[in-house]
């Protein structure tokens, strides 16, 4: 006599399964997230561009902000507490925060004629940091068109001890410098022109672009199961337009005319190192004085707009508890295969935050990344000169040189060479 079927479960029992598995999809995609989902929702300018479209393809796969994404949310909902932004207008530091994020680093001036009198070996505090973002993203893009440093620099001890280097090292040149519109001959569309503007098509794109296998799914929800959960999978994609649309103002680059023809001090060519140790490799900067400044002051920092940055706020909630309103729904009111379809949705959407996260997801689609690529594009093609930002009559121009070293050691001399002056590498 055979056993008697075992009988489906019931319906109270597929609910608590489906409220268990959404609670552990949950609890290990909250473990991969990180705020770095609401600074590019709080700075869309910067954290929403590409260069190509295989970067809107990881866009489509797995930037998405669907997901379980509250403890970064809670991360830098602290952050922003600490730092007074619940407090009110005009007391808070933005410096440190999803708004402006804080690399800790320092950088070092070479002379004392700067505009603060900086000497030799000083240190000051880099703040946002631009540059060293972008000198980690051209480490991972063509990396041919770097050139060797001259061998002859390293000494015969160095150069006997080439079969024991443990790593090589890259010393990044980059020299920055104003100059008439009229007379400079540009043919690249300036690269950092609308991060501290107002939003381009560039950056609306790329947004579209992250939220498009959600838009795709609620349409398909909608479609098949005439329901307004569907409505759920849009959620991420308003939160980011209204950011964009709302985003706060911030302070771009200052190109007025006493760069090009102010005081000898400001606009003689002055060089600046920026230690990087998580890197490690190495990283000077060169050109004005009151030009490079800027980036380790004020640039892209927020201006005070109290209703900006109090709306800002709110969409860094809504979008740290979409998980849960989605949860809820799923739990309480959503009939067996929706729920077996937003489970679906939560398990990729948790996959995609690891591999986000360990496949340097953080310098996709951002400007840092964009300025890298398209100097080694047009380096590749034999002209190393790439257009920064235009004001009026003015142009920042860029040229970058990597430079292979044989060791830490080398790096740092020619480093030191260059600050002293005894070296124009």
Same mark, same amino acid.
């Given at each position: ?214 838009? +795709? !799914?609620?349409? *398909? =929800? ?7 959960? &569907? #409505?759920?999978?849009? $959620? ?75 709306? +800002? !706020?709110?969409? *860094? =909630? ?7 309103? &989605? #949860?809820?729904?799923? $739990? ?94």
């Amino acid at each position: 006599m055979s056993d008697p079927p075992i009988p489906p479960p019931s319906q109270p029992d597929l609910t608590a399964l489906t409220s268990a598995l959404g609670t552990l999809i949950g609890y290990l995609g909250a473990e991969a997230s990180t705020d770095d989902p609401f600074e590019r929702l709080l700075w869309p300018q910067r954290f929403f561009t590409f260069h190509n479209p295989f970067e809107l393809l990881l866009a489509l796969f797995l930037m998405h902000a669907g997901g379980p994404l509250h403890r970064g949310a809670i991360h830098a909902l602290d952050k922003l507490h600490r730092n007074g932004l619940f407090r009110g207008p005009y007391q808070n530091t933005m410096l440190g925060t999803v708004f402006f994020r804080d690399t800790g680093l320092v950088y070092r001036s070479a002379s004392g004629g700067g505009e603060d009198g900086a000497g030799l070996g000083e240190t000051k505090q880099a703040r946002n940091g631009l540059w060293v973002r972008a000198a980690g993203a051209a480490s991972h893009i063509n990396e041919d068109w770097t050139s060797p440093h001259d061998t002859k620099r390293e000494g015969l001890e160095a150069a006997t001890r080439r079969d024991c280097i443990r790593r090589k090292f890259v010393v990044n040149l980059v020299t920055l410098r104003v100059c008439d519109a009229t007379t400079c001959e540009v043919d690249t569309e300036p690269v950092l022109q609308h991060e501290t503007g107002q939003v381009s098509l560039r950056n609306l794109i790329a947004i579209l672009a992250t939220e498009s296998l959600s838009v +795709m !799914l609620a349409c *398909v =929800v909608t479609s098949m199961w005439h329901t307004p959960f &569907g #409505l759920l999978y849009f $959620i991420p994609l308003l939160l980011k337009l209204l950011a964009a649309l709302f985003t706060v103002p911030r302070e771009p680059l200052q190109l007025s005319q006493n760069i090009i023809t102010g005081k000898p001090n400001k606009q003689a060519t002055t060089h600046f190192q920026i230690d990087m140790p998580s890197q490690q490799d190495f990283l000077v900067l060169s050109g004005p004085s009151s030009l490079i400044h800027q980036f380790f002051r004020h640039y892209g920092h927020p201006t005070p707009h109290r209703l900006r940055e109090v709306l +800002m !706020l709110i969409l *860094v =909630v809504l979008l740290g508890l979409n998980f849960f309103i &989605g #949860l809820v729904c799923s $739990i309480l009111w959503m009939p067996t295969d929706l729920q077996y379809v937003w489970l679906g949705y939560q398990f990729y959407a948790t996959l995609a935050l690891f591999v986000y996260r360990f496949a340097g997801g953080a310098g996709w689609l951002t400007s840092e990344k964009r300025v890298a690529a398209v100097f080694a594009r047009k380096a590749a093609k034999g002209t190393p000169t790439i257009c920064l930002a235009r004001a009026e009559d003015r142009v920042v121009l860029l040229q970058w040189r990597r430079v292979r070293v044989a060791g830490y050691a080398q790096g740092r001399r020619m480093v030191e060479d260059i600050l002293a002056g005894r070296d124009d590498a």
